[in-house]
């Protein structure tokens, strides 16, 4: 049996431990719910971009006119991951490196082995692991989340661009966490550079009606000026969904920790209450025996 001073120091952990996870969860849960707004707010305006941007970039006589939409061959290659500054947060940050280490596994790995493949890690937590695993880290991103904004994260789209503009990089990857709900998160992979024209699924075929335009100056020059804002759109869609989906799997994961505090403290109080009577039982015991002894 558990001497009785342990057990009650392991109760007062356990109890500090719950009122940590507590707050924790009842913080991610607000945090939840204006970081779900604002991806949400976001999406229809991001998909009705790529809308438009399919609808003209279809119309173009030729498809290498812009320098974002020109497939090279790839020779070097980018791996953006967007991970969280803190953990807390269950399996979401492992499981976008675990996505980017399977894509480098199945189709890059000539590329690292070449030292032609590199990473950039938006925040902390997928640089430390990438690092600790001995995977290029190229650049780390970790203060965006401090002060989220579109014009802050277009700064980061903008240097993507320039890199693969200036021919550093012919293929540029997002790889993180979209946000489903609280409980779920999807991982996604998506090429963010050269653009590639996704066909769009059956149901989108048949609510899509093919929009004549009118342009002006001309469909080049709106082009010319959208595309680097679709790609702006694009990444800022990833930030706001991955930062979503962190806050989610925060708040999942301080519930369940709470939970398992308390099932914890149950056991314990249990423990402590037999070996609490399992001690007068035997101040008992003695009492009776010192009395019999003196009758003696």
């Known amino acids: ?31 939840l719910r204006k970081a779900q707004n604002a991806v949400t707010t976001m999406r229809p305006y991001a998909a ?16 290498n006119e812009n320098v974002f939409t020109t497939a090279r061959e790839t ?3 980018l791996l953006v991951t967007i991970t969280s500054n803190r953990g807390l947060c269950g399996a979401f940050n492992m ?11 199945e189709q890059f790995s000539t590329h690292l082995k070449n030292g032609h493949l590199d990473f950039f890690c938006v925040g902390k937590k997928g640089a430390d692991i990438l690092k600790s695993k001995g995977y290029p880290v190229k650049e780390v991103e970790s203060a965006i989340f401090d002060k989220l904004s579109f014009e802050n994260v277009a ?31 999807i991982m996604q992979t998506e090429q963010f550079l050269p653009i590639v024209e996704q066909a769009p699924d059956e149901t989108v075929k048949r609510e899509h009606k093919h929009v004549d335009y009118i342009f002006e100056p001309d469909k080049k020059a709106i082009i010319t000026e959208l595309i680097p804002k679709s790609l702006k759109i694009q990444f800022y869609k990833a930030i706001l969904d991955s930062f979503a989906a962190e806050h989610g799997a925060r708040m999942t994961a301080m ?8 099932e914890l403290l149950k056991d314990l109080k249990l423990t402590y209450n037999k070996a609490r009577q399992a001690a007068i039982t035997n101040e008992i015991l003695e009492i009776v025996s010192g009395a019999e002894a003196l009758k003696g």
């Open 1 to 31: 049996m558990a001497n009785l001073k342990e057990v009650r120091i392991r109760i007062a952990s356990v109890q500090s431990t719950m009122q940590i996870t507590s707050a924790m969860k009842m913080v991610a849960a607000a945090k």
């Open 95 to 105: 499981n976008v490196v675990k996505a980017a280490i399977k894509q480098v596994e």
């Open 75 to 77: 020779e070097k290659v």
């Open 255 to 262: 519930h369940q920790a709470t939970d398992n505090a308390t």
């Open 155 to 185: 700064l980061i789209a903008e240097n993507l661009m320039e890199k693969f503009v200036a021919g550093e990089y012919d293929k540029i990857v997002l790889l993180y966490n979209e946000f489903k709900n609280a409980a779920v998160q």
């Open 48 to 63: 009705k971009l790529q809308e438009i941007m399919r609808d003209l970039s279809a119309s173009l006589e030729d498809s």
